[in-house]
């Protein structure tokens, strides 16, 4: 086991087990990837001030976040596909997040699904929620949540029309999926990777699976989940959402209104 002193050295250390297509789904982001070198940029330009002369000896980083006390004032973001990442990678980030103090939040396109999680831990997270053209399945995962006693509904407003992403197009990574010669001899030259998500619980987005009519695979699952992003999602939506939630609700994504 290499010695990890920063979240660099685990970005190579994933880089090299997981296959390239999955990798850069995670790594990666959509058309020219001007937004993905602006955040970086802003994160880089943040700076803490240093003040002397304070009796720092009882330091923490222990604060609250809608109520919740945690270790630091930091969740963990939904990631689509991370069980694809590891096998059962949303259910192992869930027990670290826990174990350390912090919110987890599982996004509506994760592989494991949201009774998996729950199952997987003690404590409460957050689930992630798109509202998709189809009402009816959009409300049946906030009672889902609401059964699997999520303490925050986490609402995204900034993806009502799907990016293009360069890098999945080229990897194959698309919807439908396609397996392309490259990838074919990356994922042979991750053995130990493919061994591992294939003895993970499921292989397929775990909140859709057995939930859409005639969606009974990967790739008819990943047709409908193309079709599903509504431009039409207004405040109106976050308002029935609010209601039918009746809990802690945080909106992700806003930048202007």
Not at 42 to 59: C, E, H, M, P, S
Not at 98 to 126: H, Y
Not at 151 to 180: F, W
Request: with cysteine.
């Amino acid at each position: 086991m290499p010695v990890i002193t920063n979240i660099e050295d685990l970005r190579q250390m994933a880089k090299k087990r997981v296959a390239k297509a999955v990798f850069e789904y995670v790594d990666r982001g959509s058309y020219d990837e001007t937004t993905l070198r602006a955040n970086k940029g802003d994160l880089d330009a943040l700076k803490f001030r240093q003040r002397v002369g304070i009796d720092v000896d009882k330091r923490s980083t222990r604060s609250s976040m809608i109520g919740q006390e945690v270790a630091m004032p930091v969740a963990i973001a939904p990631v689509g596909l991370t069980g694809l990442n590891w096998a059962d990678g949303e259910m192992l980030g869930a027990r670290a997040a826990e174990k350390f103090g912090i919110p987890f939040t599982l996004s509506t396109m994760s592989i494991c699904s949201i009774e998996d999680v729950a199952g997987a831990v003690s404590k409460p997270f957050w689930f992630q929620l798109y509202v998709m053209r189809d009402r009816g399945f959009a409300a049946s995962l906030i009672d889902r949540a609401k059964a699997a006693k999520c303490s925050a509904l986490v609402l995204t407003l900034d993806l009502q029309i799907q990016g293009q992403r360069h890098r999945d197009l080229k990897n194959g990574l698309v919807v439908p999926p396609r397996l392309t010669f490259g990838s074919f001899v990356d994922i042979l030259g991750k053995p130990s990777w493919a061994l591992n998500v294939l003895r993970g619980r499921r292989k397929s987005f775990g909140n859709l699976e057995g939930q859409i009519k005639g969606a009974d695979n990967l790739l008819t699952l990943s047709q409908w989940i193309a079709g599903q992003f509504d431009p039409t999602l207004s405040w109106n939506d976050v308002a029935w959402v609010k209601e039918r939630w009746g809990g802690k609700l945080i909106l992700k994504g806003i930048l202007d209104i």
